[in-house]
């Protein structure tokens, strides 16, 4: 049970109370700058302490997610599907404890269950697409030259996610599963008004054959991260949800300063499909080689 | 033997191409709406020969006044014109600019290397050729949208705003002008400064075409020309091809707006040669990587990374095929070095030559003698670089190469890869698992392997990093240029 209401009566023996705390590189530190905020139901009750992260713990993680990158990448897309395949398997499996984290966060019951079922049917289908992507994206170009070139689609690498504020458990998958299919790695700040199901999803993706520092989840304060999130150079593309106009402003002057790429999306919007999330961190890498001459250097492939 | 024999002389006659059968303009305005017009500004700046140092013509300035006409312009002609049109006719009118352009070639290439300073070999046997190729290209895609986006509507953004740099003036145009019209776009587009000219006798050849007025205007000018530009409101998307700082500019000028981007910016690209790879091919592929185009180019092999064990021997023959690079009369169908493309840029590349040998490193030059009008620099090359060094770490772009040695696979993945660039990289080697596990590893967009330098309009380009983002070229260019839902 993820409630500890402090002010409701106690059965013996006592319940003994997670403490919520971060997840980098695969380990569950807590935040290096010993702050905190606390999570309290719609009644006001105390529900737990979540970690207030630092800029530092953003630095940390970005060190666990670069070190992470190219192992990850380098997996067959098989194996990676078969990971993200057991996200979903993982996330089933504890069911009844999101959902009461949720009911405890102030969820409706039904919006609860609706949520948890749509965020398992978004993995299984994401698990689906780790080797089909690069199979309907990639290209055999039919280039002048005697030369045999082709294009396939290539993680960015390094991602920062400033996941949705609204879904507690949807918002954080979207904003991990799909950048990890791509063989990149995340550096994802949690549901401010939601935090703890993200690190409960923790919890998962540590079970779930997914090697340390391919996620890496914060919790924390949008406002005080955001911008270490655009400006941080090692970091290649970042995503973000529900941002104002204004904070998008300022995270894109940052974000040029190495050219990031930057995605902002709303959590509503329809007109995107699964696998463009996915698309959206990819590049597109193009190999040439000569061919030896056939028939004449007029043909190609 | 007492008697030596005589020396040889192995100096090649000239063989210059006619400049009779061009015409250039004293003066040329800018193209809105489908004429030529004096800009409000009443400004004119000199084009220059860079062979020269002649006025070849006198060029409009646009202000801002200018841009606002060329972008009204290019929204007329989307809304009344381009965007009503059936995409099968958008074909047909990019078809014929393929065909007029290839039956202006000489004079295109001419013009081109008059202009520009690049070997007359170059823009003939690649710049026009290949530009032509992509307006031939692209036409087909006119109609054939649907098949490039699966699951998905593709329409055009609009009015796009173009900028393209000096390296490749008309062959940038085309890469840049083909997909957005294919796709159902008008344009404003501005060439650099220092090389207006063929893109200007492109306009002339829209007219010919008889493309709808406004559907392709050219406004002229330098870097404020451009900002007003990528500051105009009813301009939605900018496709910028340029210096990495300038794309950073952009990219932040542009937050928060709705606007569309790619950036095609600049790179330091590894070319790799492993011990077992045929030497004399590579050498070919080092030589063609640095100083193809005065070394005026993005994705410039300008880092070669040889193998300890042929190190030397790469050098020795590395220099020897250098000394029989022809320098000088960019018209001269002889000439492999033409000029550098303008007094600035000759002027940073001196730079960083001081920088290299400051930095203690062993330089190496050609003999070949130097006109003594014009801006030239002889193929240069640095040895015993040090990844810290600055000649390794920056952009140069002009015709320096940074040489390192390295041992293993992994070091020299470490080495390429460890740069804010990712735009291009070479790999020579005989093992074809050797290729694969280099052109996946490197991180770069565009991975040559025993072979550089080498472009298709079927073939997409552009960086990883800060070498930009988007793709130009073959179906995965197209996206740059269309809003999917």
């Known amino acids: 049970m993820a409630s500890k209401k402090t002010t409701s009566k106690t059965t013996l023996p006592l319940a003994v109370n997670k403490t919520y705390k971060i997840y980098i590189g695969g380990a569950f530190p807590r935040t290096e700058s010993g702050r905190y905020t606390e999570v309290r139901d719609a009644r006001g009750g105390f529900i737990a302490n979540v970690c207030l992260s630092s800029r530092k713990d953003f630095r940390n993680a970005v060190v666990a997610a670069r070190a992470a990158q190219e192992g990850w990448q380098d997996r067959s897309a098989y194996n990676r599907s078969q990971t993200v395949y057991r996200v979903a398997e993982m996330l089933q499996q504890r069911e009844s404890l999101f959902i009461d984290e949720m009911l405890t966060m102030g969820y409706a019951r039904t919006k609860a269950k609706r949520e948890f079922d749509a965020s398992v049917d978004l993995i299984v289908h994401y698990a689906g697409w780790c080797d089909k992507y690069i199979q309907i994206y990639s290209s055999v170009n039919p280039v002048a030259s005697s030369h045999f070139n082709f294009s396939v689609p290539e993680a960015t690498g390094v991602v920062a996610s400033i996941a949705a504020q609204d879904a507690a458990l949807r918002g954080i998958i979207q904003a991990c599963v799909p950048a990890i299919c791509g063989g990149n790695t995340v550096v994802m700040l949690a549901s401010e008004k939601y935090p703890l199901c993200a690190v409960t999803f923790a919890e998962v993706l540590a079970t779930s054959d997914l090697p340390g520092g391919v996620v890496n989840i914060l919790t924390g304060n949008r406002a005080e991260l955001q911008s270490h999130f655009a400006s941080h150079m090692d970091v290649n593309a970042l995503i973000a949800w529900d941002v104002n106009i204004g904070d998008e402003i300022a995270i894109c002057r940052k974000a040029a300063d190495n050219v990031k790429r930057t995605y902002f999306y709303e959590s509503g919007n329809k007109s995107l499909q699964p696998v463009d999330y996915i698309m959206n961190l990819q590049e597109i890498k193009t190999t040439w080689h000569p061919i030896e001459i056939i028939k004449g250097s007029g043909s190609g492939y | ?485």
Request: proline share 5%; aromatic share 8%; glycine share 8%.
């Open chain 2, 1 to 485: 033997m007492s008697k030596k024999p005589d020396k040889i002389s192995w100096q090649l006659s000239p063989a210059p191409e006619s400049t009779e059968h061009i015409t250039i303009n004293k003066r040329y305005g800018l193209f809105i709406g489908g004429e030529f017009v004096q800009p409000l500004t009443k400004k004119y700046f000199n084009t220059i020969n860079p062979a020269t140092e002649q006025v070849l013509s006198e060029i409009a300035l646009a202000g801002e006044r200018d841009v606002d006409a060329a972008v009204k312009a290019a929204r007329k002609a989307y809304t009344t014109v381009w965007s009503k049109m059936p995409a099968s006719e958008r074909a047909r009118y990019i078809y014929r600019i393929a065909r007029l352009l290839q039956e202006r070639a000489r004079e295109f290439a001419v013009i081109e290397t008059m202009d520009g300073g690049k070997s007359i070999r170059e823009s003939r046997d690649i710049d026009v050729p290949l530009a032509a190729a992509h307006f031939f290209y692209h036409a087909g895609w006119a109609d054939k949208l649907a098949y490039a986006f699966p699951q998905k509507k593709a329409s055009p953004l609009g009015v796009v705003g173009q900028i393209i740099p000096w390296n490749f003036p008309l062959l940038m145009a085309a890469w840049k002008i083909a997909p957005a019209l294919a796709a159902g776009n008008t344009i404003v587009l501005k060439p650099a400064e220092t090389t207006s000219l063929t893109a200007l006798k492109l306009a002339e050849l829209m007219r010919d075409a008889g493309l709808p007025d406004g559907v392709v205007n050219i406004i002229t000018g330098a870097g404020d020309t451009g900002k007003y530009l990528v500051a105009h409101p009813d301009v939605n998307k900018i496709a910028f091809t340029g210096s990495t700082d300038v794309g950073k500019l952009i990219q932040r000028s542009i937050a928060g707006t709705q606007k569309k981007l790619t950036l095609e910016l600049g790179g330091k690209a590894a070319n790799i040669i492993f011990e077992d790879a045929a030497i004399d091919q590579a050498v070919e592929g080092i030589v063609n990587g640095i100083y193809f185009n005065q070394g005026h180019v993005c994705c410039a092999g300008s880092r070669l990374f040889v193998q300890e064990s042929i190190a030397v021997e790469v050098e020795r023959r590395l220099k020897h095929r250098m000394e029989s690079l022809v320098l000088g009369d960019p018209l001269d169908k002889n000439t492999d070095i033409g000029a550098i493309n303008s007094k600035g840029q000759l002027e940073t590349i001196r730079k960083y030559i001081d920088i290299g040998k400051k930095e203690g490193l062993e330089m190496f030059q050609t003999n070949c003698p130097v006109p003594a009008k014009g801006y030239w620099c002889r193929p240069t090359l640095f040895t015993g670089v040090a990844q810290s060094s600055i000649i390794a770490q920056e952009e140069i772009f002009g015709p320096v190469l940074a040489v390192q040695t390295f041992r293993t696979v992994d070091e020299v993945i470490d080495k390429a890869n460890n740069t804010p660039f990712g735009l291009s990289a070479g790999v020579w080697t005989d093992k074809g698992s050797k290729i694969f596990n280099l052109t996946s590893r490197l991180k770069a967009g565009v991975v040559w392997a025993n072979t550089y330098n080498k472009f298709d309009p079927t073939s997409p380009f552009g960086g990883y990093k800060e070498s930009g983002f988007g793709r130009e070229g073959g179906v995965h260019g197209l996206q740059a240029y269309v809003n999917l839902t």
